[in-house]
T-cell receptor, first 113, second 115 residues
Framework: DAGVIQSPRHEVTEMGQEVTLRCKPI?????LFWYRQTMMQGLELLVY????????DSGMPKDRFSAKMPNASFSTLKIQPSEPRDSAVYFC???????????FGSGTRLTVV | AQTVTQSQPEMSVQEAETVTLSCTYD???????LFWYKQPPSRQMILVIR??????QNATENRFSVNFQKAAKSFSLKISDSQLGDAAMYFC????????????FGAGTRLTVKP
């Protein structure tokens, strides 16, 4: 398996623009997580899915962020409109339930200018 | 809610020496899993080692081992024979075995390895 695949690796956009981050989890994993990493806040959980259903999105600013998982092999995190404070590295990770760690993608570094 | 605390923002070790990174956590649950992740400058998050709370034996992976003290809610990582490639951010993480399956991370410890 190629691991968790995220795209794009880097994204630079202007404030107010729509940004879409993409993730392909490891086949067979039934959990998918979106994290945001910043120097100030560290790793924050934004949202996670179990079998494509949102289980917890309490960490996600609902006014501008939305996350979807239309099928078991694809998820998106959309920011509209983007703001400079959204600049961060966004990680997608997938996992089975149980005593296993997550497998992380390589992250998307988002810069909003 | 579970919290994970790493009290050492930065640590330094001489190559070939041993270093211990500290982690404590707060939970009321009896069953959970603990992890250490490494994040080198490439920013890839790499699983280093994991421990199941019901297991008394401390986990070991080559040069990496943990000291798991369940009563004290402590989960430290020991790196033996440190190598230059061990330089990275290290994150301690907690994952519940019950309803919430998300993982809680500490703030991280930046490890520098001196040649």
């Amino acid at each position: 398996d190629a691991g968790v695949i995220q795209s794009p690796r880097h994204e630079v956009t202007e404030m107010g623009q729509e940004v879409t981050l993409r993730c392909k989890p490891i086949s067979g994993h039934d959990y998918l997580f979106w994290y945001r990493q910043t120097m100030m806040q560290g790793l924050e959980l934004l949202v996670y899915f179990n079998n494509k259903a949102v289980m917890d999105d309490s960490g996600m600013p609902k006014d501008r962020f939305s996350a979807k998982m239309p099928n078991a092999s694809f998820s998106t995190l959309k920011i509209q409109p983007s703001e400079p404070r959204d600049s961060a590295v966004y990680f997608c990770a997938s996992s089975w339930r149980g005593p296993v760690g997550y497998t992380f993608g390589s992250g998307t570094r988002l810069t909003v200018v | 809610a579970q919290t994970v605390t790493q009290s050492q923002p930065e640590m330094s070790v001489q190559e070939a020496e041993t270093v211990t990174l500290s982690c404590t956590y707060d939970t009321s649950e009896s069953d959970y899993y603990l992890f250490w992740y490494k994040q080198p400058p490439s920013r890839q998050m790499i699983l280093v080692i994991r421990q199941e709370a019901y297991k008394q034996q401390n986990a070991t992976e080559n040069r990496f081992s943990v000291n798991f003290q369940k009563a004290a809610k402590s989960f430290s990582l020991k790196i033996s024979d440190s190598q230059l490639g061990d330089a990275a951010m290290y994150f301690c993480a907690y994952r519940s075995a019950y309803n919430n399956n998300d993982m809680r991370f500490g703030a991280g410890t930046r490890l520098t390895v001196k040649p």
